[in-house]
């Protein structure tokens, strides 16, 4: 509730910020343009034009955008919709894992997504939360299978399945953010969530999201340089 709480105060407070109608329809504004996430946006200083007709003059190496993009929204409906599945998801996984280890999964699927957005889209801003919550969406898939349990019979894996058609389906949504913070939740469920049994150490349950994180972290960083 807390994560859900942030994004929804994040969403208004662009909107009163910029007072623009694109904040509630699902436009750019120049809040979305300062904190949003692209490859080209990390490379090199680029002249964005907002809905608006203003233009904002972006700067190379703003890695905060790693962060900020995943608390970013275009539009009530997009937010609502990340919104609805972090609120399903949530009560799933959390007592699973304990807030703690809850919060770092959450943590290392952004990043996880943030990277694919700088490996596999192109163009312009992406935001959302998406990339997190495909991860979580990931992390109980597998974290079900690990224990024994089909996801398809419990709905969880036909609405992954789902989701991933919408992703490639639908022109105009983030694949990399998608796949990137899908996989990511799939490593860190793979361990995270496995019986105690075959889990292993104790301090793999939150070194495996930390890694995860800070490995999409260095990956985009050595990406841009290379660039």
């Not at 910029?18 to 996430?37: F, I, K």
């Not at 019979?153 to 990137?180: K, Q, R, V, Y």
Request: proline share 4%.
């Amino acid at each position: 509730m807390s994560l859900i709480t942030i994004n929804v105060a994040v969403f208004v407070l662009v909107f009163l910020s910029t007072l623009e109608p694109a904040a509630l329809s699902g436009g750019v504004t120049d809040m979305h343009l300062r904190l949003g996430l692209s490859k080209d946006v990390l490379v090199q200083p680029i002249a964005w034009q907002g809905d608006d007709g203003s233009v904002y003059i972006t700067e190379p190496n703003g890695w905060y955008r790693l962060v900020t993009s995943g608390f970013m929204h275009f539009g009530i409906i997009h937010l609502a919709f990340n919104m609805y599945f972090l609120y399903v998801l949530g009560p799933m996984l959390e007592p699973a894992l304990g807030r703690v280890n809850y919060l770092l999964l959450y943590a290392a699927s952004l990043l996880g997504g943030s990277l694919g957005v700088v490996l596999l889209d192109s163009g312009g801003i992406t935001a959302g939360a998406s990339g997190a919550v495909f991860g979580l969406l990931a992390a109980a898939t597998v974290g079900l299978w690990r224990r024994g349990i089909n996801p398809f019979s419990t709905g969880i894996g036909a609405t992954l399945i789902l989701n991933l058609f919408i992703t490639f389906a639908i022109p105009g949504i983030s694949i990399g953010g998608h796949i990137g913070g899908a996989i990511a939740g799939a490593i860190c469920g793979a361990v995270m969530l496995a019986p105690a049994y075959r889990r292993g150490s104790a301090w793999t349950i939150w070194a495996t999201p930390v890694a995860v994180g800070v490995g999409s972290v260095v990956a985009v960083i050595m990406i841009v340089g290379a660039a």
